[in-house]
């Protein structure tokens, strides 16, 4: 499991940056960037986000079975 942002939806907010309480995510050329080395899973972000660009994913989603 894993957070991911999308790129094409964030807005530049910063929204989430501020709730993230380890610092993970970064703004680039405006566009949040989420450091997975120090992201906790804890999942604040996600309905901080105003444009629904972060979420959950499953790192082992659709892997092998062939769907
Ligand atoms: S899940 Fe938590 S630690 Fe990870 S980026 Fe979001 S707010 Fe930060």
Redesign the pocket.
């Known amino acids: 499991m894993r957070?991911v942002i999308d790129q094409n939806l964030c807005c530049g907010s910063a929204k989430?940056i501020k709730?993230?309480?380890?610092?993970?995510?970064s703004l680039v050329d405006g566009k949040a960037v989420?450091?997975e080395a120090?992201?906790?899973?804890?999942?604040?972000?996600?309905p901080?986000c105003p444009k629904s660009a972060?979420e959950y994913e499953d790192d082992y989603a659709g892997v092998g079975c062939g769907f």
Do not use: Q, R, S, Y
């Not at 709730?19 to 995510?25: L, M, T």
């Open positions: 957070i989430c709730v993230c309480p380890e610092n993970a995510i989420l450091d120090k992201c906790d899973l804890d999942g604040l972000c996600i901080a972060i």
